[in-house]
Nanobody, 134 residues
Framework: QVQLAESGGNSVQAGGSLRLSCEVSGWTDQSYCMGWFRQAPGKEREGVAAIDHDGRPTYADSVKGRFTISSDNAPSGNAQNTLYLQMSSLRPEDTAMYYC???????????????????????WGQGTQVTVSS
């Protein structure tokens, strides 16, 4: 059974940094896409970044140059994997609940184009809160 569990959310001041982690267990597909989403109060959930099974990333324009997605198991191979989101130069508008997501991905890389949309993932974590104060 695939399970995702986020951690690392916290309250920080603008300009600060945080590193989010997502423990992924039970994963067996060697071709996959994993990503981070966020949802602010009253807003729709939006894709932030994604990474394919070879470690290639893609980012939303709003976080390019400030956020870095990585995985400690790319290229793929193990059922246990950890996904990270290093966030720097944080802004108040980055305040949101952050979620990690994963799905098998065949037929090419998920990171060659825009960040994949929410409906392309079937596995989700419960979220971790990030609050950035000005």
């Amino acid at each position: 059974q695939v399970q995702l569990a986020e951690s690392g959310g916290n309250s920080v001041q603008a300009g600060g940094s945080l590193r989010l982690s997502c423990e992924v267990s039970g994963w067996t597909d060697q071709s996959y896409c994993m990503g981070w989403f966020r949802q602010a109060p009253g807003k729709e959930r939006e894709g932030v970044a994604a990474i394919d099974h070879d470690g290639r990333p893609t980012y939303a324009d709003s976080v390019k140059g400030r956020f870095t997605i990585s995985s400690d198991n790319a290229p793929s191979g193990n059922a246990q994997n950890t996904l990270y989101l290093q966030m720097s130069s944080l802004r108040p508008e980055d305040t949101a609940m952050y979620y990690c997501a994963a799905d098998p991905w065949y037929g090419g890389s998920c990171s060659r184009g825009p960040v994949p949309e929410e409906n392309e993932y079937n596995y989700w974590g419960q979220g971790t809160q990030v609050t950035v104060s000005s």
